[in-house]
């Protein structure tokens, strides 16, 4: 039986706000759980140092890995899905209150440059969510999900549009760039490209009323999306490389475990992905600074709690190193002629686990520079 520990953590809370397919492969994540408290990420020593600086969330609070240390960073609050500013010297961070999220930024030790969205009122149907913060790569730009236009305030959910404003501007000069499929949880995880246009999560609901995800691209302001995966595949989570010729995804193909999978992208399409883990509960995958290998969260343990882990993906192979075949006798005066020398094939990647007694917040995205 799958486990579905995170409907209770995320998407019950948010089904009001969310329509039911923004976390529809998420909530699956949980069978029959064994109760076990899980320790906070500072009282633990991670099985496996990684390079560079991450942060991550357990329970809305907000943590940077470093040299094999976590360290708590931030005030108190409910933080979740933090993302970098490409100088990788501030976060943007989603806070949520009772009735509403708002987006933050803040410096790499978590306190509060500036509050960049208002969306709480004491008038109720007023209140907004604001979810999936990315920068852009030129720094200019924030992209984010956010639900609005909102529907009659008798629908059964809202749904969320992508959105953009000003990094440095204030919310009234945001612009909607998607129209949502509506009762699906709309469009999310937006990531701008170099070029201008977005990537994006979409929702649809297909003739027996399941809903699908699937990675599209959309060149400009509400154009017309191209959907770069079917709706068969039940693709989402997307994250780009660090050189931007690869999405690394989540991919469910209508089961109830999922694989985690890397495509090709040239910049408006991807090409034939492939599979480099298959057959678990994957969320959340992020790049490693270099580009050569993935950090994701999924569950270990009797308890099932979301641990942090690495992947070093395959690289490519060496050219063949030309050798003189033994086996060919050379004519007197004649030169050997080389003979490629055969290439291993590399074995498929192995996991490492990174945490060991955390619950890490399988919605929240590593973020890793």
């Known amino acids: 039986m799958i486990l579905r520990r995170l409907a209770a953590l995320l998407f019950v809370p948010l089904m009001v706000a969310f329509g039911s397919g923004v976390y529809l492969y998420l909530g699956t994540l949980k069978s029959k759980v064994v109760k076990e408290r899980p320790q906070l ?12 600086t991450m942060f991550v969330v357990q329970d809305g609070r907000l943590f940077k890995l470093n040299a094999g240390s976590f360290t708590e960073i931030g005030r108190a609050g409910d933080w979740s899905q933090p993302a970098l500013t490409p100088d990788h010297k501030r976060l943007v961070a989603v806070l949520r209150a009772g009735a509403s999220s708002d987006l933050y930024l803040l410096d790499l030790n978590g306190q509060v440059v500036k509050r960049l969205t208002k969306d709480d009122s004491k008038i109720l149907d007023a209140n907004h969510w604001a979810y999936y913060p990315r920068v852009s790569p030129d720094g200019a730009s924030l992209f984010y999900s956010f639900d609005s236009p909102k529907l009659r305030s008798n629908a059964p959910g809202v749904d969320l549009s992508v959105w953009s404003m000003p990094l440095n501007g204030a919310q009234s000069q945001a612009r909607r760039w998607t129209d949502p499929y509506w009762y699906t949880g709309g469009d999310v995880s937006p990531i ?8 994006y999560v979409r929702h649809s609901i297909d003739n027996s009323t399941a809903v699908h995800a699937q990675i599209f691209y959309q060149s400009r302001l509400l154009s017309v999306g191209k959907p770069l995966t079917s709706a068969a595949d039940d693709c989402s989570q997307p994250a780009l490389s660090p050189d931007g010729t690869q999405v690394a995804m989540v991919c469910s193909h209508g089961k109830q475990t999922a694989s985690l999978e890397i495509a090709p992208f040239n910049g408006s399409a991807l090409g034939p992905a492939s599979v480099v883990l298959e057959g678990g509960l994957y969320a959340s995958p992020a790049w490693s600074p270099d580009g050569k290998a993935l950090a994701y969260l999924a569950p270990a343990g009797a308890a099932g709690h979301f641990q942090l882990w690495y992947l070093a993906l395959p690289q490519p192979a060496p050219s063949p190193t030309a050798t003189s075949s033994p086996s060919v006798a050379a004519s007197p005066g004649s030169t050997p002629r080389p003979t490629p020398r055969p290439t291993p094939t590399p074995g498929p ?21």
């Open 192 to 199: 701008p490209l170099a070029g201008g246009a977005i990537l």
């Open 349 to 369: 990647p192995a996991p490492v686990q990174v945490t060991q007694g955390v619950d890490l917040t399988a919605t929240s995205p590593p973020a890793w520079f």
């Open 41 to 52: 990420p500072t009282v633990t020593k991670p099985k496996f140092i990684l390079p560079g």
